[in-house]
């Protein structure tokens, strides 16, 4: 789990998260190629392949937005978006998540533990690059 605070207003924050046409320009590596599944790109329903992962929007609420990561055979992973505007301060607390459904299997349990390592440090820099951009 990662939290950020971005100094903009919700509204542009929850701009660039429901819309996965907009995550290339901060996700990840941006030099990966984002191919557009579904007709429309905001909202549920909305899907896109973006270096080996199907996603999914799933739920979308004024304040959340989950969606279905599914890559290759793996488990899928759920990620949510939880997005807050501070009422004192003009920020915007953004907060994200991964969960993923295991069994009892101890090379699960273990493969978890790896792709928290693996997912941490890009979350970290994604974030970084969102409020980059966002704050310019």
């Known amino acids: 789990m990662r939290s950020i605070n971005i100094n903009a207003p919700k509204d542009s924050v929850y701009a660039m998260l429901s819309n996965i046409n907009n995550w290339k320009y ?3 590596d941006s030099s990966q190629t984002t191919k557009i599944l579904s007709p ?8 896109a392949q973006i270096s080996g992962s199907k996603i999914t929007i799933t739920q979308i609420t004024d304040t959340s937005i989950e969606s279905t990561w599914e890559v290759g ?13 501070n009422k ?3 920020e915007t607390q953004v907060t994200w998540y991964f969960q993923q459904h295991l069994n009892w299997y101890p090379w699960e349990r273990f493969s978890a533990a790896l792709n928290e390592k693996v997912l941490g440090p890009s979350m970290d820099s994604s974030f970084a690059k969102l409020k980059t951009l966002l704050e310019k």
């Open 40 to 47: 429309n790109t905001a909202g549920k329903g909305a899907q």
């Open 73 to 85: 055979k793996m488990h899928s992973q759920v990620a949510d978006f939880i997005i807050t505007q």
């Open 88 to 90: 004192t301060l003009s």
């Open 26 to 28: 901060w996700m990840f």
